[in-house]
């Protein structure tokens, strides 16, 4: 059991914070969460960036421990979120780099490195949600096109989005896990109507897109047909393995601001809410714990990410959420104001039970595969 | 940063296991619960001939060297197996007290109002003036409760922080012993408590029998000669921060001695963290018992394992057992007391709230004396109340947020 870094470790960690020192302040301001060209344009800006200084594929190329190093210093530093570029860069990216032809690699992953394409992902449909192998978004073979009609749900980024990496049905009558094929569908595609959702907090952060006879070229498939479902594993994988470092170091952070509003507003004398504190820190440090336990086990595996992003995201999930109420305690009636700090990222908070898998599903996860429970109801 | 078990780390681990299940196996777990406050001495050498006690001293001084990391998977096996005994106490005792290192002496100690083990033990660390035995809730922990001064003997009653140490013939009576604290106590070993936590060598002190921990030296033992301890700073302190590891911050209610009005001194941070790894081990026992049961115990023709309900508290339980002992494991390695504090929260809540979902995992069965499953939570209680229990190191905790 070591925690220690590498001197190289430590000469990366150093030269990244002195390079974010130095480009940091030189960013433009941050656009308005409602103007979608103006987040695209800003964090496309901040990829390019990122290329330039040779940081762009850390999420691809770099160890484990070099892309935990990568998330908590530009976190700790308040560099921008991979916002526009997280499909491209953490789910389809990746998937393209495992799965992909030679030729498929060529065209899709340097724009995605370089900030120039953005992605967005259509796997949720309706009636397709935890029980995503379900889906029935179909596609029949047309010539040298597949032709989509259907439609996907929680497509974040949809507005802004060059390309779609897409799970559609090529088999109806195959068992539902052995018929799904993956596509990476044109965003300006004849046929594609974009919807955006309104969230609980007020904003617009996915949509739902519906197709209807949208023509996609078979050269755009990614492994073989009706192979989509293990092709999408991968991806799915990748989410749950340092998804959350950059959280996790921002999470800490708010924890320390909270002590300080309390000592400030004098709710810091009360006991229980103290304690409260307390123990959220003990969370939150075992979760970074957790963090490097999971990234020294993916480093030992040769970089895969195992089931242990099942644990931390049940755990960190609910902590999340936790530390959020306890905030709500720390301001009081103020809580109820959405122009304090906090109260919105309480709301956004609710999402996190209930993304990329909900703790019900995750909980299934843990169980049938690392405690050997077997499937049922 | 390798934040693993080392090869060296799983086969010391897998060896205590392996001792523990011949010598501490499931009937001598019953015959133990059939006699309660008994001490199998024999087991006791046993524990101290493979190491358990000397873990941690130099092997220059007759001890295995190794360290904290390995102290705690160690203390993991311990609580998995549901050994009885004051293992804390003895263990932390080895550097100071002759015969703890090599299990001839049962050192027990104070822990506030609280003694384990009075009874059984050789050696009592710390003030138990006038204690008086419990009816444990635990049948394998005798406990006495150490009276509260009244308040004109509060003063005269107060103790320097490396109080005393009062040693008991064996078979002595309790009252005996508690009626002259620090009677007999080793000039050698007097004032020798305060260190023995962390840095203490056998023989500081001039401790005669203290030569005795290098007796084993060269026999078989846990770990092998391979394993080395990994460097690591002082165990509670973080850089720059000497004063916290000892003493709870200001304005958590308690000193360094006497809050509890017993004038022992406060607890020990490598106590609180072995007890922690002692919870730890208990988390992963009951983990292994609700699984198993969901596994094999079938309702509605199924294994009730195969229900969500069930199912998802077996996963709950795994995660509050992983996230536990990542805790525990980095306080370990880190020997920072809010890590050790963190450690012990997450622990106690796995051991606890597992035991709880472990026995329900049980039904009927759950319930009664013959399956283990109270067994295990009774330990986890009062483990839990040991350090002053959760609310010292949710304080201390907030004091460092604060900070």
């Given at each position: 059991?070591?925690?220690?870094?590498?001197?190289?470790?430590?000469?990366?960690?150093?030269?990244?914070?002195?390079?974010?020192?130095?480009?940091?302040?030189?960013?433009?301001?941050?656009?308005?969460?409602?103007?979608?060209?103006?987040?695209?344009?800003?964090?496309?800006?901040?990829?390019?960036?990122?290329?330039?200084?040779?940081?762009?594929?850390?999420?691809?190329?770099?160890?484990?421990?070099?892309?935990?190093?990568?998330?908590?210093?530009?976190?700790?530093?308040?560099?921008?979120?991979?916002?526009?570029?997280?499909?491209?860069?953490?789910?389809?990216?990746?998937?393209?780099?495992?799965?992909?032809?030679?030729?498929?690699?060529?065209?899709?992953?340097?724009?995605?490195?370089?900030?120039?394409?953005?992605?967005?992902?259509?796997?949720?449909?309706?009636?397709?949600?935890?029980?995503?192998?379900?889906?029935?978004?179909?596609?029949?073979?047309?010539?040298?096109?597949?032709?989509?009609?259907?439609?996907?749900?929680?497509?974040?980024?949809?507005?802004?989005?060059?390309?779609?990496?897409?799970?559609?049905?090529?088999?109806?009558?195959?068992?539902?896990?052995?018929?799904?094929?993956?596509?990476?569908?044109?965003?300006?595609?004849?046929?594609?109507?974009?919807?955006?959702?309104?969230?609980?907090?007020?904003?617009?952060?996915?949509?739902?897109?519906?197709?209807?006879?949208?023509?996609?070229?078979?050269?755009?498939?990614?492994?073989?047909?009706?192979?989509?479902?293990?092709?999408?594993?991968?991806?799915?994988?990748?989410?749950?393995?340092?998804?959350?470092?950059?959280?996790?170091?921002?999470?800490?952070?708010?924890?320390?601001?909270?002590?300080?509003?309390?000592?400030?507003?004098?709710?810091?004398?009360?006991?229980?809410?103290?304690?409260?504190?307390?123990?959220?820190?003990?969370?939150?440090?075992?979760?970074?714990?957790?963090?490097?336990?999971?990234?020294?086990?993916?480093?030992?595996?040769?970089?895969?990410?195992?089931?242990?992003?099942?644990?931390?995201?049940?755990?960190?999930?609910?902590?999340?959420?936790?530390?959020?109420?306890?905030?709500?305690?720390?301001?009081?009636?103020?809580?109820?104001?959405?122009?304090?700090?906090?109260?919105?990222?309480?709301?956004?908070?609710?999402?996190?039970?209930?993304?990329?898998?909900?703790?019900?599903?995750?909980?299934?996860?843990?169980?049938?595969?690392?405690?050997?429970?077997?499937?049922?109801? | 940063?390798?934040?693993?078990?080392?090869?060296?780390?799983?086969?010391?681990?897998?060896?205590?296991?392996?001792?523990?299940?011949?010598?501490?196996?499931?009937?001598?777990?019953?015959?133990?619960?059939?006699?309660?406050?008994?001490?199998?001495?024999?087991?006791?050498?046993?524990?101290?001939?493979?190491?358990?006690?000397?873990?941690?001293?130099?092997?220059?001084?007759?001890?295995?060297?190794?360290?904290?990391?390995?102290?705690?998977?160690?203390?993991?096996?311990?609580?998995?197996?549901?050994?009885?005994?004051?293992?804390?106490?003895?263990?932390?005792?080895?550097?100071?007290?002759?015969?703890?290192?090599?299990?001839?002496?049962?050192?027990?100690?104070?822990?506030?109002?609280?003694?384990?083990?009075?009874?059984?033990?050789?050696?009592?660390?710390?003030?138990?003036?006038?204690?008086?035995?419990?009816?444990?809730?635990?049948?394998?922990?005798?406990?006495?409760?150490?009276?509260?001064?009244?308040?004109?003997?509060?003063?005269?009653?107060?103790?320097?922080?490396?109080?005393?140490?009062?040693?008991?013939?064996?078979?002595?009576?309790?009252?005996?012993?508690?009626?002259?604290?620090?009677?007999?106590?080793?000039?050698?070993?007097?004032?020798?408590?305060?260190?023995?936590?962390?840095?203490?060598?056998?023989?500081?002190?001039?401790?005669?029998?203290?030569?005795?921990?290098?007796?084993?030296?060269?026999?078989?033992?846990?770990?092998?000669?391979?394993?080395?301890?990994?460097?690591?700073?002082?165990?509670?302190?973080?850089?720059?921060?000497?004063?916290?590891?000892?003493?709870?911050?200001?304005?958590?209610?308690?000193?360094?001695?006497?809050?509890?009005?017993?004038?022992?001194?406060?607890?020990?941070?490598?106590?609180?963290?072995?007890?922690?790894a002692e919870q730890l081990g208990t988390a992963v026992r009951v983990q292994e018992l609700a699984v198993q049961h969901a596994r094999t115990r079938e309702q509605f023709g199924q294994?009730?394992?195969?229900?969500?309900?069930?199912?998802?508290?077996?996963?709950?339980?795994?995660?509050?057992?992983?996230?536990?002992?990542?805790?525990?494991?980095?306080?370990?390695?880190?020997?920072?007391?809010?890590?050790?504090?963190?450690?012990?929260?997450?622990?106690?809540?796995?051991?606890?709230?597992?035991?709880?979902?472990?026995?329900?995992?049980?039904?009927?069965?759950?319930?009664?004396?013959?399956?283990?499953?109270?067994?295990?939570?009774?330990?986890?209680?009062?483990?839990?109340?040991?350090?002053?229990?959760?609310?010292?190191?949710?304080?201390?905790?907030?004091?460092?947020?604060?900070?």
């Open positions: 059991m070591d925690l220690s870094y590498t001197p190289e470790e430590e000469d990366f960690r150093a030269r990244l914070r002195e390079w974010l020192a130095k480009v940091l302040p030189t960013l433009p301001p941050k656009p308005s969460p409602d103007d979608w060209p103006a987040r695209r344009a800003y964090d496309l800006g901040w990829q390019r960036t990122l290329y330039e200084a040779g940081y762009a594929d850390v999420h691809w190329d770099a160890s484990p421990t070099l892309r935990l190093i990568f998330l908590e210093e530009t976190e700790r530093a308040g560099a921008p979120y991979v916002g526009a570029n997280f499909v491209g860069l953490l789910h389809a990216g990746p998937t393209i780099a495992a799965e992909g032809t030679p030729a498929q690699r060529a065209r899709w992953l340097p724009p995605v490195l370089r900030g120039e394409e953005v992605w967005c992902q259509g796997f949720s449909e309706p009636d397709a949600g935890s029980d995503l192998a379900s889906l029935r978004t179909r596609a029949w073979r047309d010539g040298d096109d597949y032709v989509v009609t259907g439609s996907k749900i929680w497509t974040s980024h949809a507005e802004v989005a060059d390309w779609c990496e897409l799970l559609v049905r090529t088999d109806p009558d195959a068992p539902k896990h052995r018929g799904i094929t993956w596509l990476a569908m044109p965003m300006d595609a004849t046929g594609i109507t974009v919807r955006p959702l309104r969230t609980l907090a007020g904003s617009a952060e996915f949509a739902e897109v519906f197709l209807d006879e949208v023509r996609v070229p078979v050269a755009n498939r990614v492994g073989a047909e009706n192979d989509g479902w293990r092709v999408t594993m991968v991806t799915l994988s990748f989410e749950r393995g340092t998804a959350f470092v950059g959280e996790v170091v921002a999470c800490r952070r708010v924890l320390a601001e909270l002590a300080v509003e309390a000592r400030r507003n004098g709710r810091w004398d009360d006991p229980v809410l103290r304690r409260r504190l307390g123990r959220l820190e003990a969370e939150f440090r075992a979760l970074w714990r957790l963090t490097q336990w999971n990234v020294s086990g993916a480093e030992a595996s040769g970089g895969v990410p195992g089931v242990g992003g099942s644990v931390f995201k049940l755990r960190y999930s609910h902590a999340r959420q936790e530390l959020y109420d306890t905030a709500a305690e720390v301001l009081g009636s103020d809580c109820l104001d959405m122009n304090r700090p906090w109260v919105l990222d309480r709301l956004s908070s609710l999402s996190y039970t209930i993304a990329a898998g909900t703790s019900q599903i995750q909980r299934n996860i843990v169980a049938e595969r690392l405690l050997d429970l077997p499937k049922g109801r | 940063m390798r934040f693993q078990l080392t090869e060296d780390q799983s086969a010391l681990r897998a060896g205590v296991r392996e001792l523990l299940d011949r010598r501490f196996g499931r009937e001598a777990l019953r015959a133990a619960v059939d006699a309660p406050g008994r001490l199998d001495r024999e087991l006791w050498r046993a524990l101290g001939d493979a190491g358990f006690f000397a873990l941690r001293l130099p092997e220059a001084d007759g001890g295995v060297g190794l360290g904290l990391p390995e102290a705690v998977l160690v203390f993991e096996e311990a609580g998995r197996a549901l050994l009885p005994g004051p293992l804390v106490a003895t263990h932390l005792a080895a550097g100071s007290v002759a015969g703890a290192a090599t299990g001839e002496t049962v050192v027990a100690a104070a822990d506030g109002r609280l003694v384990e083990w009075l009874e059984a033990a050789d050696v009592v660390r710390g003030a138990v003036a006038g204690a008086v035995p419990l009816r444990s809730v635990d049948p394998l922990t005798p406990l006495h409760r150490i009276p509260a001064p009244t308040p004109g003997e509060a003063a005269a009653d107060r103790r320097p922080p490396d109080g005393g140490e009062t040693h008991t013939a064996a078979g002595s009576r309790p009252a005996e012993a508690s009626a002259h604290p620090g009677s007999g106590a080793d000039p050698g070993a007097a004032g020798g408590e305060h260190a023995a936590g962390a840095s203490a060598h056998p023989g500081s002190g001039g401790h005669p029998r203290a030569a005795a921990g290098g007796r084993a030296a060269g026999s078989a033992r846990v770990g092998g000669g391979s394993a080395r301890a990994e460097a690591k700073p002082r165990v509670g302190e973080a850089p720059g921060e000497r004063r916290q590891a000892t003493q709870p911050p200001a304005g958590t209610g308690t000193g360094a001695v006497g809050a509890d009005g017993t004038g022992n001194p406060a607890p020990d941070p490598v106590a609180i963290l072995l007890t922690a294994p009730v394992g195969a229900f969500q309900a069930v199912k998802h508290l077996c996963a709950d339980l795994l995660v509050r057992t992983e996230t536990a002992r990542v805790a525990v494991y980095a306080a370990a390695v880190t020997g920072d007391a809010a890590d050790i504090a963190a450690a012990r929260l997450l622990a106690d809540e796995a051991a606890v709230r597992g035991a709880r979902d472990c026995l329900q995992v049980h039904g009927g069965m759950g319930f009664t004396w013959e399956a283990d499953v109270h067994l295990h939570l009774k330990r986890a209680w009062v483990r839990a109340r040991r350090g002053g229990g959760g609310t010292e190191s949710e304080e201390l905790l907030a004091a460092r947020l604060a900070a």
